[in-house]
């Protein structure tokens, strides 16, 4: 178990190693620095999630692989709370980062474990930090960061048995509209929304705190937009059937679903 003394050590480091980053207008992170006690911590961690890595990589099943992870994301989580303050604007200031494979990694495990946890509020800052400062994935992956936060969590929603908060996935579009990845990659995302938005209007509660303003047909023809989208991205998304049982949604609750205008 990391004692109280050592972690806060490790997020006072990471936000000064990040602090030390000159500022960049490119959007780009700065190389990680070869020398400091900064980078001396910095390196020991890594090594130790290395190990991890190969010790993680050793295990057949994916399905297997969450739980360790969500057991080992605690050695590195003060590190990239660390990294996160140095990026976040203050007083003024721009934040500013260093291209941090801890960092990285612990996006791509919160991700992969944020339907066991149920929770990606982690994964989502470190994307926010990740965008904003330009990070790139490990070079064992081809997809920038931007693709892999939009497909990689509309894929857990379009998994069998995968579900996703509308408000993870409403975040997750934000953050990533205006980043480059193949169509087909905002296509699963569109579709993943669209699901959410039909399930939200399945479920809608007209009673409850946040019920939405517009209600129920409101939620159906944001479900139809979005499927419609998918469908212009990419063709063979799969949304054909979605976008007929929607329009039909809609028409049962008495509003138009736009056939007359195409």
Excluded at 48 to 74: C, F, T, W, Y
Excluded at 96 to 108: C, G, K, P
Aim: proline share 3%; hydrophobic share 40%.
């Amino acid at each position: 178990m990391t004692s109280l003394a050592r972690r806060t050590r490790e997020k006072k480091l990471a936000a000064m190693l990040g602090a030390s980053a000159p500022g960049s207008a490119s959007g780009v992170a700065a190389p990680m620095p070869t020398e400091g006690k900064e980078v001396s911590e910095y390196n020991n961690l890594l090594a130790s999630l290395h190990n991890d890595l190969r010790e993680i990589g050793d295990i057949q099943s994916i399905e297997a692989r969450n739980p360790v992870k969500v057991k080992k994301m605690a050695t590195y989580s003060d590190w990239v709370d660390g990294a996160i303050a140095a990026g976040q604007d203050q007083d003024g200031k721009p934040g500013t980062a260093v291209q941090d494979e801890i960092v990285v990694t612990m996006l791509i495990w919160a991700i992969d474990v944020g339907a066991e946890v149920g929770n990606y509020d982690m994964a989502l800052e470190i994307a926010e930090h990740c965008l904003k400062h330009g990070l790139t994935l490990p070079e064992r992956y081809s997809r920038t960061v931007g693709c892999f936060v939009a497909e990689q969590i509309a894929e857990h929603t379009l998994a069998e048995g995968g579900q996703v908060p509308l408000e993870v996935l409403v975040q997750a579009d934000t953050l990533t509209e205006k980043a480059d990845m193949p169509d087909q990659a905002r296509a699963k995302l569109m579709k993943a929304l669209g699901r959410a938005y039909v399930e939200a209007a399945e479920n809608f509660d007209a009673e409850a705190d946040n019920a939405v303003a517009g209600g129920k047909p409101a939620l159906a023809t944001a479900a139809l937009n979005h499927f419609k989208r998918a469908l212009a991205l990419n063709s063979k998304s799969g949304v054909k059937t979605n976008i007929r049982d929607t329009e039909k949604m809609i028409r049962d609750l008495g509003g138009s679903d736009g056939q007359e205008n195409e």
